[in-house]
């Protein structure tokens, strides 16, 4: 049976208070506010809970997520793995983490970057307000 690649695509602003400091992981959330060094785009249109169900069902097969964070031309990619144990239930945020570390928010886990390794071109883009944030998140089923 061929494999086909499901692709999801979120919007998210940038925010001035990112810092994108955070080496172990990455967050985007629905809230206006920056909460954590970890943050990369606030103000998203999706949450965990918020996902389709044929994404939150490869993720919980465990299967290799790609996302790719795009904005003003510049764009970085990350992978991790999705994680029988995900939850896929936080109404507020979505997370990234390279730890195993699974909370309502996380949807991969053993991630290749954390915000603070994401590319210096793109991270000054997000402390930009009026940036839009196209992040896409990719899978084979």
């Known amino acids: 049976m061929a494999r086909k690649r499901f692709e999801f695509v979120i919007k998210a602003k940038g925010s001035a208070d990112i810092s994108c400091m955070d080496p172990n992981k990455i967050i985007i959330t629905k809230g206006a506010k920056v909460f954590d060094d970890s943050v990369i785009g606030v103000s998203a249109d999706c949450s965990a809970a918020e996902l389709p169900a044929e994404l939150k069902m490869a993720l919980r097969e465990g299967k290799k997520l790609t996302v790719t964070i795009h ?3 510049i764009e970085d990619i990350v992978t991790a793995y999705g994680s029988y144990d995900l939850k896929l239930n936080d109404k ?7 730890s195993g570390f699974v909370d309502g928010a ?3 886990v053993k991630a290749n970057k954390g915000a603070a390794d994401l590319a210096r071109p793109l991270t000054a883009l ?3 307000p ?5 992040i896409t998140f990719a ?3």
């Open 71 to 73: 904005t003003a031309g």
């Open 92 to 98: 507020k945020s979505i997370t990234i983490t390279k």
């Open 106 to 108: 996380t949807i991969g």
């Open 126 to 128: 997000l402390r930009d």
């Open 130 to 134: 009026e940036q839009e944030i196209k």
């Open 139 to 141: 899978v084979m089923r």
